[in-house]
């Protein structure tokens, strides 16, 4: 089938979806369908370890009585199993209870005329014999980096495709297609109860953009050495360096405080924040959802509104939460066009390098990795395993493990002494390193 | 058993007009001289859950997944391919795709199916999603909202939920095994905001089972859940900084014995093993422990969260003795790693689902119980923390550091519990901490049924515990310096 021809059978079950769920009585539907395919295959120490061939699909559909909601999803794709998942999804929406919040998004919220062109469906016609070469490249180039490599994890090709469509009983159907594919390869340094793992990936949606498999391979090579006999530090408050990689989780943290689940339900340490200052003055958060072949962007979330570029925060001060059309309309408020999350955030930073960042820092933890869930959404109290550097002089002195950073999320954002330009393309969320001043480092 | 088989041919065979003997056609064009292994999992599964928040039931959501996922093997190499669909074409597609791994043109070895020594089931094959009707589980879910709310007027929110699984699948594999199981699974869940002046805190409580809805009204069980939540929540407005440094921590019974999952439970899983990667590797009759530690993995308690009669691969489970005395005395294994490795398979070959591949993880893992009374433990502690509950851990099994982090612990001073203290991640070497266990306690507990284990992005049910210990230093991620 041509990408029309996928996009329009696609749209055509949804169609016949919410044909089937408005002949059974629903006074309102709204279908999400999906399908994928891809390739997987792992080497390790040279050789197939493993090839996975993926085909998924699948259907989930939310009906309305009135106000009352019920919802269901299958992996099933025959007729009978349209009827019989529309039917259990009518079952609960007659027990669940009036909510004056439920229903489908308002009808002009979504997307008039041709979609914006994301351009992200590039698929790439990768066999077994070449994904299998491509991930020996990145394994050996990973093995080869150093001396002190002594084992390797695998080395991952990976390749899919997909196909996402959107209806609701409005009229408004769309499609998306995209593709991803990514090379990845973790590896071990040194031996018995010193050793160390670590990795490194590449992903894209357009397979001529993949870093070269030798870079990769090096990289996670480099990585794991550089670990190579860490020790905790002794317990002090210092600031602490998050590596571009981790401080963008530090981001993610953010906008679950600003969704509007966690605020209707109280669940959040950035209650009524919205016009009040959540970060420093220079630091400006936006959320680009059309930016063509970036991994976060869609043309509509998934209440079917049209999404569109906003600043989360400006000048330091929080502009937006994020929400859906349930959520806003909890909260009284119009929704971001966010159900589902944000699409490709990216934040401002200083100028300067990664260098420049250490040299900043001076003296405290340089992090490259964080471990565990102790991060508390309601309070914003923040507690984490952590590994990375000790930096004396702006320059990394030793690799550090076993040790905890604490403080409170809140005061972490308005402590971001800096932020570098050192950001990593592509990600949904696109950060530089980040500086935190006042941190409680743990450890020996 | 027939009951298990006639489901098994009812929801997975009949509807694709297929029957054993089609299901073996397929396994066998999949076998050649380079072809170790091969199997065939077909999985059918029907869940729901139901959600109050803000005193309504809003929204409930119904799934019914099926597939079958196919398997060759032939050395280290691993074939893998699956379907949603059950129909022959589908699974001769599959099949063909994952045999590509050993090329061959040779002919179809034999294969000679048993089927034989499966156990009786651990578990009540019924149905858990119809053992309430709806508007009780609705009724239920109301109940648990207006006692949470009734026990303190601090209690601002109330989320409560209800979800059951009921999972019918079947193994035929190369080696002769042909089994089915049929799983239920439920869960019950209640997460409270409590908030006093400008504090804000959340408690949650919950549990479940391989048993039936009916497991929340033994008792009040459910309602039990709710003032654990609540008291939790409570507790939490009152908590001062967590300290920070490394010290003596004392671990309370039960769902604490997460501890055991990351420290030592992932390191010991076979793959990691056969690979080298784990800090257990080549440990084997080491002292990886102190000497007052035997910790198991059990998945044939009846009813646990973390049980299977069979595990994915069709193997019988039982009781794996992974430390005893402080020696490490054995691995987890799938049939893959079992092999390569050579040594039997310990019923621990586990998948999320039909579209994933199955690999060595655990089941209940506890450790068994000591000689100490949980008040001498406390009583030996000068200054330290006593930490009785917990979200959820991590491990880097190469380095061996784990983390896992307090939702509910205490400062303990000259032997006494004082003050509870905000959350703080606590962080160790899976052989240190270990070694550092002075005291175990006389008083083993399971969790209560909440446990879910990630593993190469692979999710399944698992169940822990433990006695209450004492570890003589391990460093807490506070910010009281």
């Known amino acids: ?444 | 058993m027939t009951e298990a088989w006639d489901l098994a041919r009812q929801r997975l065979l009949a509807p694709a007009e297929l029957d054993e003997r089609a299901l073996e056609q397929v396994l066998h064009s999949m076998l050649g001289p380079r072809i170790d292994y091969a199997d065939l999992y077909l999985q059918y599964s029907r869940s729901e859950s139901w959600v109050l928040e803000d005193g309504i039931v809003r929204d409930g959501h119904f799934a019914i997944d099926q597939g079958v996922g196919v398997r060759a093997v032939s050395g280290e190499k691993t074939g893998f391919a699956y379907s949603d669909e059950l129909l022959r074409p589908a699974l001769e597609q599959a099949a063909g795709a994952a045999r590509q791994i050993a090329r061959s043109g040779s002919t179809p070895g034999a294969v000679a199916i048993s089927g034989k020594g499966t156990p009786a089931p651990l578990y009540a094959g019924d149905d858990p999603l119809v053992s309430m009707a709806d508007a009780d589980k609705i009724a239920l879910l109301h109940r648990l909202d207006r006692h949470a709310r009734a026990l303190d007027p601090c209690v601002s929110q109330v989320t409560a939920s209800l979800a059951a699984v009921h999972e019918v699948i079947l193994v035929l594999a190369s080696d002769g095994t042909l089994a089915v199981d049929v799983r239920p699974l439920v869960r019950c869940n209640v997460s409270v905001i409590a908030e006093r002046g400008d504090r804000r805190e959340r408690g949650s409580a919950g549990g479940g089972g391989r048993l039936d809805y009916g497991m929340f009204l033994a008792g009040d069980q459910a309602l039990g859940w709710a003032d654990e939540a609540v008291r939790s929540a409570l507790l939490n407005l009152e908590a001062v900084p967590a300290p920070a440094g490394s010290m003596p921590v004392v671990l309370g019974p039960g769902w604490p014995g997460v501890l055991l999952h990351e420290a030592v439970g992932h390191g010991l899983e076979g793959d990691f093993n056969r690979k080298g990667t784990s800090t257990f590797s080549g440990r084997m009759g080491e002292q990886v422990a102190s000497k007052h530690c035997t910790v198991v993995d059990e998945g044939c308690m009846p009813n646990r969260r973390g049980s299977l009669t069979v595990d994915d691969e069709g193997t019988p489970t039982g009781r794996t003795v992974l430390i005893e005395n402080g020696i490490l005395k054995g691995y987890m294994q799938d049939k893959h790693n079992a092999r390569l490795m050579g040594v039997a398979p310990t019923g621990n070959g586990r998948r999320q689902s039909y579209a994933h591949l199955p690999m060595p993880r655990m089941t209940n893992t506890y450790m068994l119980a000591g000689a100490h009374d949980p008040a001498e433990i406390l009583a030996s502690v000068e200054r330290g923390l006593y930490a009785v509950n917990f979200g959820g851990g991590q491990v880097d099994i190469t380095s061996g550091k784990f983390v896992f982090s307090t939702t509910e612990a205490y400062l303990i001073e000259n032997g006494k519990v004082k003050a509870p203290v905000r959350g703080a991640t606590l962080i160790g070497n899976g052989p240190d901490v270990m070694n550092r266990i002075s005291m175990v306690g006389n008083d083993l507990a399971l969790d209560s049924g909440i446990g879910v284990c990630g593993k190469d992005g692979q999710s399944v049910p698992v169940g822990v515990g433990q006695p209450t210990l004492r570890v003589d230093a391990v460093t807490v991620g506070g910010t009281a310096h």
């Not at chain 1, 600043?311 to 330091?316: H, I, K, Q, S, T």
């Not at chain 1, 909260?331 to 420049?356: Q, V």
């Open chain 1, 1 to 444: 089938m041509t990408q029309q021809q996928e996009r329009a059978s696609l749209e055509d079950r949804v169609a016949r979806i919410l044909e089937v769920a408005k002949q059974r009585g629903a006074d309102a539907a709204e279908v999400a369908v999906s399908r994928s395919e891809g390739l997987a295959v792992t080497v390790r120490r040279g050789e197939v370890e493993t090839v996975e061939q993926t085909r998924d699909q699948g259907f989930g559909i939310s009906v309305y009585l009135g106000r009352c909601k019920g919802s269901a999803s299958t992996s099933d794709s025959s007729p009978d199993a349209i009827e019989a998942t529309v039917a259990k999804a009518l079952n609960i929406a007659r027990f669940t209870a009036e909510d004056p919040a439920a229903g489908l998004a308002d009808a002009e919220l979504m997307p008039t005329g041709v979609l914006p062109e994301l351009d992200l469906f590039h698929p790439w016609a990768l066999d077994v014999a070449a994904a299998t070469e491509l991930a020996q490249a990145c394994e050996a180039a990973a093995l080869n980096a150093d001396a002190r490599i002594s084992n390797s994890e695998g080395a991952t090709t990976s390749s899919s495709r997909s196909w996402r469509g959107y209806g609701n009983s409005h009229g408004f159907i769309g499609s998306e297609p995209a593709t991803r594919h990514g090379l990845s390869v973790s590896v071990i340094a040194g031996r018995d109860s010193g050793m160390q793992r670590d990795y490194a990936y590449t992903v894209d949606r357009v397979p001529e953009a993949l870093e070269a498999a030798a870079a990769v391979g090096r990289r996670a090579g480099e990585r794991a050495v550089a670990r190579l006999g860490a020790r905790p530090v002794p317990t002090a408050r210092v600031p602490v360096l998050f590596g571009h990689d981790v401080a963008s989780g530090l981001l993610g943290h953010f906008i679950a405080a600003i969704s509007g689940g966690n605020l209707y339900r109280r669940s959040s340490f950035l209650l009524d924040a919205l016009g009040n200052e959540v970060f420093p003055e220079r630091v400006t958060i936006e959320e680009c959802p059309h930016l063509p072949r970036a991994l976060g962007s869609a043309a509509f979330d998934s209440d079917g509104v049209a999404t569109r570029a906003k600043r989360l925060v400006e000048g330091g001060v929080l502009a937006s939460y994020v929400l859906s059309a349930y959520s806003a309309r909890r909260l009284k408020l119009a929704t971001t066009g966010n159900a589902g999350g944000i699409h490709n955030l990216r934040i401002s930073d200083d100028g300067l390098d990664f260098e420049a960042m250490l040299a900043r820092l001076g003296r405290g933890l340089l992090v490259t990795e964080l471990m565990g869930q102790g991060v508390n959404g309601v309070t914003g109290d923040y507690s984490r395993g952590a590994a990375g550097f000790w930096v004396e002089d702006g320059a990394i002195a030793y690799p550090v493990q076993e040790v905890t950073i604490a403080g409170n999320l809140k005061d972490m954002y308005l402590n971001i002494d800096a932020i570098g330009n050192d950001a990593v393309r592509p990600g949904n969320i696109v950060c530089g390193s980040m500086l935190v001043d006042g941190m409680t480092v743990s450890g020996a």
